[in-house]
Structures are given as C-alpha cells and as structure tokens.
C-alpha cells in the first residue's frame, strides 16, 4: 500500500480513480433514487396524510436513503463507518454546546409537530404577526403575509407565544360595532340589522344573527352586531354587510352621529351662547 495516502484508505494507486468514480455513481444513483422514491410515497400518502405529514415524509424518505448511499459512497473510498460514527459523536457533543438556541428550536418543533396546534396552509396570528403558514421545519415556522412577505419564526418563539389559528375551524363570527344617535328606537335599529342580515346571502342562518347594546359613548349607543359566516368569505360579507347596513340607515333615517362634544356653562342645560364674529381684515393691512 502506498505510504503516501492516509492511513484510514485502503486505496491502491492503480485502482484509486475507479474507487472514486464508484463512489461518485452511489450518490448519483443514491440521489435520483432518493427524489423518485419521495414522488412515489407522496403519492401513496396524499390522500392519507395533511400537507404537513406529507411534507415531513418526503424529507425522511429523502434524506434517509440519500445517507444510505453516501455511507456506500464513503465506504468504496476506504473510510471505516466506526472512525465515522465516533468522529460525528464528538461533532455532535460540540455542536450541541455551541448552538443551544438551535436545540431549543429543535424541540419546540417536536411539540408543534406532535401537538398540530396548526398545518401548512392555515391563516394563524402570532402576537400580531399574521400569514399563512408555508412550512413546518424542526427549527422554524415559514409564513406568508397578506401583503406578500416571507416571515420566519422561530420554533421557540411560537411555543412561548400565543397562536391563533384563524382556519381552524369552518366557520366564523363577524362582530360590528355600530354606533346610533341617542334619539333612535333600539327596538327598531335591531330589527333593520336582523332584516339586513337576512337577505345577504352569505350570512348563515345558524347560528342566529344577534344584536346587543355594548355601551353607551360619548356621542352614540354602541350596538354589536355579530352575524356568522363560512371562514373563507368572510372578508365578503363584512364589506356587503357593511355597506348593506349603510344603505338601509339612509333609507329608514337612522342616523349614525359624529363625534361631538357638548359644552355648558353656569347650567345644566342652557348650551353656552357663541357669537361669530366677522373682521375685515382690510382694516388692519398695514400699509
């Protein structure tokens, strides 16, 4: 054996280049194997498995037979699989002190993983931050924002923040504040709500629409009006219901008040006097 090569090859000098280009045929061969068996296996789970499931089948059909191939690999260029493992259980010690952060991510990810508190295509909010999630990995969460922008959250973020999922479930509650001059009969502002919630068509009938005095402002008596809708119109029926109600108030007289304030003085209920005053202003033009 020549003395020239390392002492964990057992290469002959004749035979070196046919042991590399051996070894450069199992990863070809192991990654076009890799990429055909994951095709396969999405189509064999696709109808079993959510989308996330999915996914993280495809990387480990993947990446384990890809690493089958490259221990081939590396065996046919000499390299002892023991020397192997014991080298990447020192990287690995290593590595593991010098990157905790990645660590924790990696086992929030577990638990996402493991508790599917949402999946890839759900719209979730994430103290504030609101997208549709992309991709569950073992370290981050990948979402698109409404406005188109990529944000990645950590996985250890997502576990110590609050999440709401906004798809979880097929339908959903729109709560509108109303506002309605003081003047008005309650009685008959609910009923002309109700009736406008009735004849839009994407309102559903169950659960019932209701209307309920909130509070009474400053400048109008605040109503809630909450009617339910399936989650993927939602944005629909709040712009017609808004517009909806808009057009009846106009039509039956309700009046929806601006904001104003009342100002007395010396009584309870004599409005203070104001006196508009109009200057010429030519007078005081210097010359």
């Excluded at 089948?57 to 390299?79: D, H, K, P, W």
């Excluded at 719209?123 to 931050?129: M, S, V």
């Excluded at 994407?202 to 209307?211: D, T």
């Excluded at 709040?238 to 808009?246: A, P, V």
Aim: aromatic share 10%.
């Amino acid at each position: 054996m020549d003395s020239d090569l390392p002492a964990n090859l057992d290469l002959s000098a004749v035979g070196q280049w046919s042991h590399w280009f051996r070894a450069l045929v199992y990863l070809f061969v192991g990654y076009f194997l890799a990429r055909i068996a994951t095709k396969i296996g999405h189509r064999l789970t696709r109808d079993h498995f959510s989308e996330h499931q999915m996914q993280l089948f495809r990387r480990l059909i993947f990446y384990v037979i890809l690493l089958l191939f490259t221990v081939s690999a590396l065996r046919e260029l000499g390299f002892q699989l023991s020397v192997l493992l014991g080298a990447a259980g020192i990287f690995s010690v290593a590595l593991g002190f010098a990157s905790q952060t990645s660590a924790s991510n990696l086992i929030s990810g577990l638990f996402l993983i493991g508790e599917k508190p949402f999946q890839v295509g759900d719209l979730i909010d994430i103290e504030g931050t609101r997208g549709v999630v992309v991709s569950i990995d073992l370290l981050s969460v990948k979402l698109r924002t409404p406005d188109n922008l990529f944000v990645r959250v950590p996985n250890e973020s997502i576990i110590k923040s609050r999440v709401t999922n906004v798809s979880k479930f097929p339908i959903r509650r729109i709560d509108l504040k109303i506002g309605v001059a003081y003047k008005e009969n309650i009685a008959r502002v609910r009923s002309l709500l109700l009736k406008a919630a009735d004849e839009n068509p994407l309102c559903l009938e169950e659960p019932e629409p209701f209307c309920v005095v909130d509070s009474f402002g400053e400048s109008s008596v605040d109503l809630q009006f909450s009617v339910w809708v399936k989650r993927e119109a939602f944005r629909d029926l709040k712009d017609s219901l808004l517009e909806d109600i808009k057009e009846v108030f106009d039509k039956e007289g309700i009046e929806i008040p601006y904001p104003h304030i009342s100002l007395y003085t010396g009584s309870q209920t004599t409005p203070m006097p104001l006196t508009v005053v109009k200057q010429d202003i030519s007078d005081n033009r210097q010359e």
